[in-house]
């Protein structure tokens, strides 16, 4: 199957998304880490310098603190006065609520399910805790599932894996969301009918497009992404063990394990680095970064935040999650409560109104309500071009392909 290569072409919106995600990814753990902490007395903050790379900030850890002052509310050290300390602010402790329950909804069937893409049904914890912000697990979550869920968990060697009955796991949680998607679609349609090839009448699988602007059009474009989509679907639940690595059914097996592997996040995105460790357990190629910059109208690659980010482009329309999980929800309410204290400095807590029970936004003067900062997810810049390959033809090509992401 010819193969037609697209440029990288950045898309502001989905830029700004990942910021503001980045933004609330790093308070929301400092929030769980000063939450922790057994001591209440407040938390240095040259304690907390260490935690600037895990947090992802671009800035150091101490200016973040005090640019969110309706979070993190600066004090005297009882025994240092001169040391800049930490604590959490009322609005702090309403939301870390929120967030708790939030989380507890179904955070544990995402790690089942998350499971239940690897090969041995098993993964290092080493290599989940990266994903724990993304999936909106529980800090504890290695020690608290396995005791909540004793007929769905196992942690044994520092892996934590499903248990060999796994009789907590809810029918029909083995299939892929695309595969819901076209049962929602298709009434009375059968699990089976569901796995075969978009030629058929009866159950067309496709990935949603959503190329950048200028793609969708192109009659190249068109042809490859109708034989692509011909090509029988292979659930990522299933075993994929005798099919030919090499092979465009392959291939498609990949883009459709990615696909389900972001809609189980929270923010439908991931970094690419935690995608990394999970690599072999998924059965991905050691140069998986090729898929996304391939297949552009499913996936969207960005260097955004000094790191390299992976989003579904079909989980936003417009700047907006299509489908928001509450836990997301609390999380914007996060992000409100920072914006506020950026736009009010120090009379950030007296213009926030949180109701501990309702479900009330922020609440600022003059009957001012911010709403975040979306921006449309077709604001595409600069050029693309796109040529055909073949595929014995591409190795010396593809091995030039942007080295920053391989």
């Known amino acids: 199957m010819q193969k037609v290569r697209l440029k990288w072409v950045k898309n502001r919106g989905l830029d700004h998304i990942i910021a ?15 939450a922790r902490l057994p001591s209440s007395s407040p938390v240095p903050a040259r304690s907390l310098a260490r935690l600037q790379k895990p947090l992802g900030l671009t800035v150091p850890v101490l200016r973040f603190l005090r640019r969110h002052p309706t979070l993190f509310a600066e004090t005297l050290h ?19 609520g929120r967030l708790a329950r939030a989380s507890a909804l179904d955070s544990h069937l995402r790690l089942a399910r998350l499971l239940l893409l690897t090969r041995s049904k098993s993964l290092p914890l080493a290599s989940v805790l990266p994903l724990r912000f993304d999936l909106g697990l ?25 248990s060999a009955t796994a009789s907590g796991l809810p029918e029909g949680i083995a ?31 496709a990935f949603p497009m959503r190329f950048p602007r200028g793609y969708g059009g192109m009659k190249k474009v068109k042809a490859w992404m109708d034989k692509f989509h011909r090509l029988p679907y292979i659930s990522p639940y299933d075993d994929a063990s005798g ?29 690419r680095n935690a995608i990394r460790l999970l ?36 989980g936003y329309e417009r700047g907006k999650l299509v489908e928001q999980h509450p836990l997301a929800a609390v999380r914007d309410k996060v992000f409100y409560v920072m914006r506020t204290g950026v736009l009010f400095r120090g009379k950030g807590l007296s213009k926030l ?22 921006m449309d997810e077709d604001a595409d810049v600069e050029c693309f071009g796109m040529d055909i ?17 391989d």
């Open 78 to 96: 009882p025994r240092f006065p001169t040391l800049p300390s930490f604590s959490l602010t009322p609005a702090s402790d309403i939301l870390l």
């Open 138 to 162: 529980p800090y504890n979550f290695a020690a608290a599932f396995p005791v909540a869920h004793p007929d769905l968990f196992a942690v044994s060697n520092n892996h934590i894996s499903l």
């Open 353 to 374: 109104v949180l109701d501990e029970d309702g479900d009330e936004e922020v609440v600022m003067d003059g009957d001012e309500e911010f709403h975040g900062e979306g």
């Open 175 to 205: 299939i892929s969301s695309l595969q819901r998607r076209h049962a929602e679609a298709i009434e009375g349609a059968t699990y089976r009918a569901l796995s075969r090839p978009p030629s058929s009448s009866i159950a067309p699988l």
């Open 20 to 34: 503001r995600t980045t933004s609330i990814r790093a308070s929301c753990l400092l929030l769980d880490h000063l």
């Open 243 to 271: 099919i030919d690595p090499d092979s465009d059914i392959y291939e498609k097996r990949n883009i459709g394990l990615l696909h389900e592997l972001l809609g189980l996040m929270v923010h439908k995105m991931v970094r």
């Open 279 to 314: 690599r072999e357990e998924l059965g991905l190629p050691h140069k998986f970064t090729r898929l996304f910059t391939r297949y552009p109208g499913v996936f969207y690659l960005s260097l955004k935040c000094k790191t390299t980010t992976v989003v579904l482009r079909e």
């Open 389 to 405: 390959v073949d595929n014995e033809d591409n190795t010396d090509d593809e091995d030039n392909e942007r080295d920053m992401y």
